[in-house]
C-alpha cells in the first residue's frame, strides 16, 4: 500500500467569543506563489499587521 501525501488546506474561522485575543503568527509562503487563495491570505495578513503596527 502506497502513501499519499496531500497538502493540508487552508480554513478561515473566525473567533466570536475573543475580542482580545492576541497571538504571534509566523508566515511562511513560496516565493513566486501564484494560488489566489495563498496570495490572498498573504495580502490580509499583511494588511493586519500594518494595522496592527499603526495602533
Given at each position: 500500500m502506497a502513501f499519499r501525501w496531500?497538502?493540508?488546506s487552508i480554513v478561515?474561522?473566525?473567533v466570536l467569543?475573543?475580542?482580545?485575543?492576541v497571538a504571534p503568527l509566523t508566515l511562511v509562503y513560496r516565493r513566486g506563489e501564484?494560488?489566489?487563495?495563498?496570495t490572498d491570505f498573504i495580502k490580509?495578513?499583511?494588511?493586519?499587521?500594518?494595522?496592527?503596527?499603526s495602533n
Open positions: 496531500s497538502p493540508p478561515y474561522c473566525p467569543d475573543a475580542p482580545s485575543l501564484a494560488r489566489p487563495i495563498v490580509l495578513s499583511r494588511k493586519l499587521d500594518k494595522n496592527k503596527r
